[in-house]
């Protein structure tokens, strides 16, 4: 609910004007500080609970880099998280940075964190010592460790590459490409769901260079799972990020020994060398925002194809004994009705007979059945009505067969009952399903009405089957004829443009030769990411493209470009009087470039698009700058 302003106008303006002004001038006398924070306070725990443990910087004027203490006696589970935010008490203004660690605890006691080390603008800071209880007793409800999370604990050292190590063999260690099913046997039309998982322990760019053909199989695909939210599975001992690539349900279409054919991947990996970050004093952990800072001196870059290994499956035939004669293929659990729309109509009007088949199996093999008409009754090609759901597996639903027909004469007909089987693989064996008889009570014809199967199907649609190639010469010859008479006048019309043109030019040439004009030189704030999308180099776009964004809004701004952050940008942009929402757009762009940088599926988001939206929103700040 939105509330109203108690102050006036004027004075609620002068009133923010101190207020912001209170707010940055405390901001430059505000003190930087280095703390400890632990979670739960008093900081007492059971064996089986988790703890954070949270260093916060307030009001620092840069990047810190420090070490962290030795967790010895803890594992850490997960990826830090970073948070920054400002805060207002009695009109002092405090800004903060806060880096959090879940810990699980290895042993029972009484440990203590030494304190944490930082540089910050030069200047060294050193925080308070913790002291933390680790008890012999049950949980209280509290979180406790997620094996999916714990996990990842390791991830971080898998990223670092040290002097004389193999970055290839690393890569090709904590990237792996596996292909799942859920059965390798099974009968001709029965489902097998095959599942292309690539394993990794990097952030990596990854593009399928060779997606399987799955020869000898009828494919359905399925949805994967979220690629943002990968399954952590395990793999040789080791922990992985389980990214599904592609996901299927095949079905069989002969019987032998088939094989499903592995797929491709390959990956753009960046390491991070160890002797960069002990060089630059900047330790061995580095959050997202501070990776995506490193020069290129810094990193070790792989491209590495991964692929699985082939899965042989074997299908089986089914069964010659006792298949009945009605059998079609149909292989699952089925059921049949059918009904007549009308049971009673007269002569000169159409019926129609309806066949419903509805189970789970190969229901997108199955076709129209072949119903044997009684004498005096025509039938006529069914409509089909596909009511399956193929993202279950096996494919369930029903299908739907509305057959009409008509009869010449008045009198009583019987429909006969029609059989339809079916292969149940879970029994192996064959099943038979009969419909009753449907008796047709046809009346004398009335005057006014008539099927539309007797005159339009052999009318009209006859007459146009024996002259179609008369209808096909005639349009051909149309459609020729106008395309000379659009040659012919294209031509003209392209010799008065032509000179038209030399005229113009050449009158420019001359007013270009006596009024010469000074030209502006423009440097496009985008060149570098233009040229790698125009190369098609995808692991540099993204970084090349953070980097020149940002270093527009500094320059535009007049900030640091090399520490600016998204939260920064509604603060820089606001003392421009540039519109709320053109702020948080800026903001959000930038926000959706760092998270980008650390995907491990970039090819997601189309680069031309990120190109077109960063385009657009320095084409929209440029006017409030020349205003200035």
């Known amino acids: 609910m939105q509330r109203k302003p108690t102050i006036p106008a004027a004075g609620f303006r002068l009133v923010f004007i101190l207020w912001m002004f209170m707010g940055f001038t405390g901001s430059l006398s ?28 307030e009001n620092s004027p840069a990047t810190p880099n420090f070490k962290l203490p030795s967790f010895t006696h803890f594992s850490v589970i997960g990826i830090p998280s970073r948070e920054t935010g400002r805060q207002t008490v009695n009109g002092q203004v405090t800004t903060y940075m806060a880096w959090t660690y879940t810990l699980q605890p290895r042993k029972t006691g009484r440990f203590r964190f030494s304190p944490v080390e930082a540089m910050i603008a030069g ?32 991830f971080w050292q898998d990223q670092l590459v040290k002097p004389g190590e193999d970055a290839m063999a690393k890569a090709r260690k904590n990237l792996r490409m596996v292909l799942e099913v859920d059965k390798r046997a099974c009968y001709v039309g029965e489902p097998v769901v095959a599942t292309y998982q690539l394993f990794s ?53 002969q019987a032998g020994t088939v094989e499903i054919e592995p797929a491709e991947v390959e990956n753009d990996v960046a390491f991070v060398r160890s002797d960069y970050l002990e060089t630059h004093g900047m330790g061995e952990w580095m959050d997202e925002y501070a990776l995506a800072m490193l020069p290129p001196e810094a990193m070790v870059r792989q491209t590495v194809p991964v692929r699985n290994e082939p899965v042989l499956i074997q299908v089986k035939p089914l069964p010659g004994k006792d298949k009945p004669e009605s059998f079609t293929g149909a292989v699952g659990q089925f059921d049949i009705e059918a009904s007549l729309e009308r049971g009673r109509f007269p002569a000169n009007e159409s019926g129609l007979l309806s066949i419903r088949i509805r189970g789970k199996g190969n229901l997108q093999w199955l076709t129209a059945p072949e119903i044997s008409w009684p004498a005096g009754v025509e039938g006529f090609e ?90 096909i010469v005639l349009i051909a010859g149309l459609v020729i004829a106008g395309l000379l008479l659009w040659v012919l006048a294209d031509r003209k019309k392209q010799k008065r443009a032509d000179a038209e043109t030399k005229n113009i030019n050449a009158q420019q040439v001359r007013e270009n030769e006596s009024n010469p ?87 997601q988001v189309e680069p031309a698009r990120l190109l077109e939206e960063a385009e657009h929103l320095i084409s929209e700040i440029n006017p409030y700058l020349r205003n200035r």
């Open 201 to 253: 322990r990097l952030p990596s760019e990854s593009r399928m260079s060779k997606q399987p053909s799955f020869n000898g199989f009828s494919v359905i695909d399925l949805p994967g799972a979220d690629p943002m939210r990968p399954d952590v599975r395990k793999l040789d001992g080791m922990a992985f990020n389980a990214y599904t690539l592609r996901k299927a349900q095949i079905y069989p279409l």
């Open 382 to 471: 069914p409509e089909v009505q596909d009511e399956t759901d193929k993202l279950t597996v096996p494919v369930s639903g029903s299908k739907l067969y509305r057959f009409p027909f008509s009869v010449g004469q008045p009198g009583k007909y019987v429909l006969p009952s029609f059989e339809f089987s079916y292969f149940d693989p879970f029994t192996a064996r064959y099943m038979r399903l009969q419909t009753p008889e449907l008796p047709v009570q046809v009346d004398p014809a009335v005057a006014g009405t008539t099927s539309p199967y007797q005159k339009t199907t052999k009318g009209f649609l006859n007459r146009m089957f024996y002259h179609r190639w008369w209808i």
């Open 123 to 154: 200047k060294k800071y050193q925080s308070d010592q913790v002291e933390v209880e680790v008890k012999d007793c049950a949980s209280r409800g509290q979180a406790t460790a997620n094996p999916s999370t714990q996990a990842t604990g390791s």
């Open 30 to 57: 505000a003190q930087v500080r280095l703390r400890l924070a632990v979670s739960p306070n008093p900081p007492v725990i059971c064996r089986d609970e988790l703890l954070e443990y949270s260093i916060i910087i």
């Open 517 to 603: 004009e000074p030209k502006e030189v423009y440097v496009d704030p985008l060149q570098e990411s233009r040229d790698c999308l125009r190369n098609d180099q995808a692991a540099l776009f993204y970084s090349s493209l953070h980097r020149e964004f940002r270093h527009y809004l500094g320059e535009a701004f007049g900030a640091d470009a090399g520490g600016l952050q998204p939260s920064q940008v509604p603060v820089l942009m606001k003392g421009k009087n540039i519109p709320e929402v053109l702020q948080i757009r800026a903001q959000q762009f930038m926000q959706d470039l760092q998270r980008i940088l650390y995907s491990p599926f970039q090819q």
